[in-house]
């Protein structure tokens, strides 16, 4: 029987995830599994292949930050075990690893210990509707960022490909990081299918896939 497997870059489909599904909780992570598996079905029924095609879903992502820093303008120090976001992200994973076919591969998350202005303030900062002595904590976050989480992605691609475990892959992802993955799966055969989760790509991907398609809602 013909096969599907779906990949999902965890960060950008929890960032569009607001965006896409504004009237549920971004923040429950039993619902965000369920609504994430939910998709994985319907990109199976617009490919017109049955449930039974599905072969795996993957999902990549990193683990919380799990150290206590101390914030750039006041001095005090934060837990970011401790957070609404951590404890999310542990929720999450821990739902994603009872749904049935899921793989979670999980990254690293690197972290500098210094921290960042946020665009939004960089931008309020350029347009003065915001001074630099008027910055707190609040315009600041976290230098971090994730690792070995698009090598994952890159190796799990190449494997279902050489092994001829699957005949059709969907990547759930916003970047152009997966071309080489995706030349070398079609080099093997594989139907690659990009969703971008209706956000916009660049015309030049359109060469390196073989289908573009969004099964979410379109946000307005």
Not at 36 to 51: C, N, T
Not at 84 to 99: E, I, P, V
Not at 106 to 111: H, S
């Amino acid at each position: 029987m013909p096969s599907t497997a779906i990949l999902v870059d965890g960060a950008f489909f929890l960032a569009r995830y607001r965006k896409v599904w504004g009237d549920r909780d971004a923040n429950d992570a039993r619902t965000v599994a369920k609504t994430l598996f939910g998709m994985a079905l319907e990109h199976l029924k617009a490919l017109d292949r049955p449930r039974e095609a599905l072969y795996r879903i993957f999902f990549y992502d990193c683990p919380p930050l799990e150290k206590v820093l101390t914030k750039p303008i006041s001095g005090e120090s934060i837990d970011y075990s401790r957070t609404g976001a951590a404890s999310f992200r542990r929720d999450l994973h821990d739902q994603l690893r009872r749904q049935r076919k899921m793989a979670l591969r999980l990254g690293r998350l690197t972290d500098r210990g210094e921290w960042k202005l946020k665009y939004q303030a960089y931008q309020q900062l350029r347009d003065e509707s915001l001074y630099w002595d008027e910055l707190s904590d609040e315009h600041f976050e976290p230098d971090m960022r994730q690792t070995q989480v698009d090598m994952k992605i890159g190796i799990d691609i190449a494997a279902l490909s050489y092994k001829k475990q699957v005949d059709q892959i969907v990547l759930v992802a916003g970047d152009a990081d997966f071309i080489p993955a995706a030349k070398l799966a079609r080099y093997e055969g594989i139907d690659f299918i990009l969703d971008p989760m209706w956000q916009g790509i660049a015309p030049d991907l359109h060469e390196h896939i073989d289908g573009l398609q969004s099964v979410c809602p379109r946000p307005f």
